[in-house]
T-cell receptor, first 110, second 116 residues
């Protein structure tokens, strides 16, 4: 079983739509969770950390459900510039060793 | 801050040749990571260092791969001999680890390796 699993998509949504991605992780001892964004042929970039109480950054909201071992990312009022692959990241045991999901591709259409 | 700097950006080499990838982490970061990304396997952690010491190299594919970090500002990943299946984008990332607190990584722009 993979450490981190994501729906690869693609999610094709119109501008202004709300879209949500989920990601499941296998290690119940995981302590750190992140969402990264990767544009085509570019490096992954940190989008936001995910905290136990949930957190929001502008149009982006991240949630953590420890009981079910999944994290989510909600994007409101989608913009064309949100088109990218979103990577779910979880640590395992060693706090500084992270596992990346394979990514969920988002296409925001005009 | 210049970020994580990797070189070269692109490398095309013939099978059997030695390839050396280079990375300069962000100043002050104490952890450095080498990842490989392919369409089939996504991002795979190859090896990581903490305070210049290799901590976990369980992701290194085989003996053809080796990595060093002689000081806090430089690391290399070497493939010798290279094979076509090594073709991928190799990313270096660095982060700051403070006790049990974990922070996100900052990635370099990557080296796109093609072995023909």
């Amino acid at each position: 079983r993979k450490e981190v699993e994501q729906d690869p998509g693609p999610f094709n949504v119109p501008e202004g739509a709300t879209v949500a991605f989920n990601c499941t992780y296998s290690n119940s001892a995981s302590q750190s969770f992140f969402w990264y964004r990767q544009d085509c042929r570019k490096e992954p970039k940190l989008l936001m950390s995910v905290y136990s109480s949930g957190n929001e950054d502008g149009r982006f909201t991240a949630q953590l459900n420890r009981a079910s071992q999944y994290i989510s990312l909600l994007i409101r009022d989608s913009k064309l510039s949100d088109s990218a692959t979103y990577l779910c990241v979880v640590n395992k045991g060693d706090f500084n060793k992270f596992y990346f999901g394979s990514g969920t591709k988002l296409n925001v259409k005009p | 801050d210049a970020g994580v700097i990797q070189s070269p950006r692109h490398e095309v080499t013939e099978m059997g040749q030695e390839v050396t990838l280079r990375c300069k982490p962000i100043s002050g970061h104490n952890s450095l990571f080498w990842y490989r990304q392919t369409m089939m396997r996504g991002l795979e952690l190859l090896i990581y260092f903490n305070n210049n010491v290799p901590i976990d190299d369980s992701g290194m594919p085989e003996d053809r791969f080796s990595a060093k970090m002689p000081n806090a500002s430089f690391s290399t990943l070497k493939i010798q001999p290279s094979e076509p299946r090594d073709s991928a984008v190799y990313f270096c990332a660095s982060s700051l680890r403070a006790g049990a607190e974990s922070y996100g990584y900052t990635f370099g722009s990557g080296t796109r390796l093609t072995v023909v």
